[in-house]
């Protein structure tokens, strides 16, 4: 992909991608590609109702239906080869760009996927270049790379029914995988050629052009992991005015702040969405723009910054939601973030110190989605998953931390049931005494989900050894064996030493986990808890991660004031 994308930046400068490879013939120029006759005219773009395929002569509006490729001139097709290529625009017709508000079946769509797939190998194989070849090359790319997941099942199902045995060894499963993960990437490396060819042999503007960059830019997103050649490809997707070309295709604004967060480039993903902001607002992808604002926002632990969005968030998507004409997947997330956004008012009030507000927000959500449960419930309907999932395992659990922790003095001492393992024994009573902060990451050896957030609490020790310390708890399950027990201590251990990690760590031993309950510390996923100089319980949070290490910097800024 650096290759490619090295060649295609190069080429998109000088306006010339036609001969980027030489094999690829480019088509021949008439007076339309001549007046930039491959881009549709008046077409809406990313930034308008994404419509879902119909099936082909359904009279319903389809989604490539405003991408038509540039007309090439009359090449002497031989019968069958023209034969080919008609049944080929014909099934492109009903295939969508994107796989959401769906009116066809995915098992219909999928059969002219593979329909789409077998012609187009053969018009390839058997038709020689022409000035359809690159068109072909590129829908051919695209609807290799939207069969991908059902692909690798498909290899994965075959060469497991190879074996004949009714159960699979843990060995051959690992074999199988190998095999598959060959297999996967000669079908990556035939969708990037492809998608290099139809580049090179169509103009910027044309539809060829737009599409082979759109499969280029998803291939490197979704399967390489290369995030600096999908923004690229993506600037020059939207520069070549390719919303216009290709309506109903994804929205490159969202995508490009998404690799942005991938590539860990926060204020980037802020600066970028907030730009697009500023002439995109009125498009139904607003929602998703605000979710990528939030997710920046939420990382770079600017909590001032969430609560605006999300008072935004109150005012303005309940408006929105009347709109008829949004596709169902966006007018879903309106709702959910209509929903959702009275618990992250909590979440970022709590981080600021704001307690009180905090609560107030937590019940307010909770008493929200009550009353929507039973007003559900009377016309048989139930909650949305995700409203009942930040009621019950996110707004409730903090509600009741608030109510029954927060602001007090742990009940039960660390040593009432703490074995330490390495560094200092500590105790709330000492921490209190000398004045300091203190931060308890609860979590198993090798939560690698949490492991950044110990290393940033180990950096905050080294660095205020006068005012802050940093534990780590875990815990030794009910009758476990010695030789685990052992293994669970080593485990710890060498981590810790690994990562040259100086906190102090041990296991709650106690049958029942006392300490950790007393603490209201979860035993499955990692939680974290941060008491202020006076011992005073001042911050929980449930499943640290490295999104949250901003607002962990800043809470702890806070206290050790």
């Known amino acids: 992909m650096k290759k490619l994308l090295t060649t295609t930046v190069l080429f998109a400068l000088l306006g010339v991608l036609q001969s980027c490879q030489p094999a690829a013939r480019a088509p021949v120029e008439t007076k339309e590609e001549e007046a930039g006759g491959g881009a549709a005219k008046g077409g809406v773009g990313a930034g308008a109702k994404a419509t879902s395929a119909a099936p082909p002569g359904a009279g319903g509006k389809t989604t490539p239906s405003a991408a038509k490729p540039a007309e090439p001139p009359a090449v002497a097709l031989s019968p069958e080869c023209q034969a080919l290529y008609d049944e080929l625009k014909q099934l ?51 609807h290799l790379s939207s069969r991908y997941k059902r692909q690798e099942f498909a290899y994965k199902d075959a060469l497991t029914k190879q074996l ?51 499969v280029l830019a998803d291939l490197s997103f979704n399967y ?26 994804q929205d490159y604004h969202f995508n490009i702040g998404m690799s942005l967060l991938r590539e860990r480039q926060y204020e980037q993903a802020r600066d970028h969405i907030l730009e697009v902001l500023k ?14 604002l939030f997710e920046a926002l939420y990382a770079l632990g600017d909590l001032e910054g969430v609560e605006n969005l999300m008072i935004r968030v109150q005012e303005e998507y309940g408006e929105r939601m009347k709109d008829k004409s949004l ?9 959910q973030w209509s929903l959702i956004c009275d618990f ?7 981080g600021l110190g704001a307690v009180d507000a905090s609560r107030a927000n937590f019940q307010l959500y909770v008493d929200r989605i009550d009353q929507m449960e039973q007003e559900l419930a009377q016309v048989g309907k139930q909650l949305p ?71 940033l609490l180990n950096g905050l020790q080294q660095q205020n050894p006068d005012k802050f310390v940093a534990v780590t708890l875990s815990f030794m399950p009910k009758g476990i064996t010695p030789q685990a027990r052992q293994q669970r201590a080593d485990n710890l251990r060498g981590e810790l030493q690994e990562n040259e990690l100086g906190v102090s760590a041990g296991f709650d031993i106690t049958e029942k986990y006392k300490v950790f309950r007393s603490l209201h510390a979860t035993v499955g996923s990692a939680s974290f808890i941060m008491f202020d100089s006076a011992g005073q319980a001042a911050w929980y949070h449930v499943d640290p991660t490295e999104r949250d290490l901003n607002t962990l910097q800043r809470v702890a800024d806070r206290l050790m004031q």
């Open 344 to 350: 992250w008012l909590g979440f970022a009030s709590y």
């Open 164 to 214: 004949g045995l009714p159960k699979v060894s843990r060995a051959q499963r690992a074999q199988i995988a190998a095999q598959v993960k060959n297999l996967m990437k000669s079908y990556l490396d035939r969708i990037e050629q492809l998608g290099q060819e139809a580049l090179a042999a169509s103009k910027p503007g044309e539809a060829t052009h737009c599409e082979g960059l759109s």
């Open 92 to 142: 492109r017709a009903g295939i969508p760009y994107v796989f959401h508000d769906l009116q066809r079946s995915h098992e219909d769509i999928d059969t002219d996927l593979r329909r789409s797939i077998e012609l187009g190998d053969r018009f390839l194989k058997n038709c020689g270049e022409s000035a359809y070849s690159a068109e072909v090359k590129a829908s051919f790319a695209r």
């Open 224 to 249: 390489l992991g290369d995030n600096k050649s999908h923004i690229e490809l993506s600037r020059q997707y939207i520069a070549a005015g390719c919303e216009n070309v290709l309506a109903g295709n």
């Open 327 to 335: 596709p169902k997947s966006i007018w879903a997330q309106y709702q």
């Open 385 to 455: 998953s995700v409203a009942r999932i930040y009621r019950d395992f996110r707004a409730r659990d903090y509600k009741k931390y608030l109510e029954e922790f927060q602001g007090k003095v742990p009940s039960l001492e660390l040593d009432a049931g703490v074995e330490w393992l390495t560094g200092k024994p500590v105790s709330f009573a000492a921490a209190r005494k000398e004045g300091k902060v203190m931060a308890i990451l609860f979590r198993q050896p090798k939560n690698l989900r949490a492991l950044s957030f110990l290393k």
């Open 279 to 292: 002439e995109r607002s009125d498009r139904p992808q607003f929602v998703i723009y605000n979710i990528c």
